[in-house]
């Protein structure tokens, strides 16, 4: 199943903050691409987050993929995970059914 993640930040931190984490977090990340459960990466820059697509067999696998990261550990961010499924909305233009 598929899921969109997109972080959100604690409020009042800094840069400084997110500083000591930044290796440990993306070291995760790779790990977690490469084990096949984070198939996108994206960065949204209006406000400095990150967007992820996750491949997970359900949404607990995908949230504990998401708790593995080391800044959600530190309790600087966490993430709304939305599951994703494919539009069927084009069958009403093929299909007897309005």
Same mark, same amino acid.
């Given at each position: 199943?598929? $899921?969109?993640a997109? =972080?959100? =930040?604690?409020? %009042? *931190?800094? #840069?400084?903050? $997110?500083?000591p984490?930044?290796?440990?977090e993306?070291?995760?990340?790779w790990e *977690?691409?490469? #084990?096949g459960? @984070?198939? =996108?990466?994206? !960065?949204?820059?209006?406000?400095?987050?990150?967007?992820? @697509? *996750? =491949? #997970?067999a359900?949404?607990a696998e #995908?949230q /504990?993929?998401?708790?593995?990261?080391?800044m959600? /550990?530190a &309790?600087? @961010?966490? $993430?709304d995970?939305v599951?994703?499924?494919?539009y069927? %909305?084009f069958?009403?233009? !093929? &299909?007897?059914t309005?």
């Amino acid at each position: 199943m598929k $899921f969109l993640a997109l =972080e959100v =930040e604690a409020p %009042g *931190l800094t #840069a400084a903050d $997110f500083a000591p984490h930044s290796r440990d977090e993306a070291a995760r990340v790779w790990e *977690l691409v490469k #084990a096949g459960l @984070i198939r =996108e990466t994206y !960065f949204n820059p209006d406000d400095h987050t990150a967007v992820l @697509i *996750l =491949e #997970a067999a359900d949404r607990a696998e #995908a949230q /504990q993929a998401l708790d593995s990261l080391p800044m959600v /550990q530190a &309790g600087l @961010i966490r $993430f709304d995970l939305v599951p994703l499924a494919p539009y069927t %909305g084009f069958e009403r233009l !093929f &299909g007897d059914t309005p």
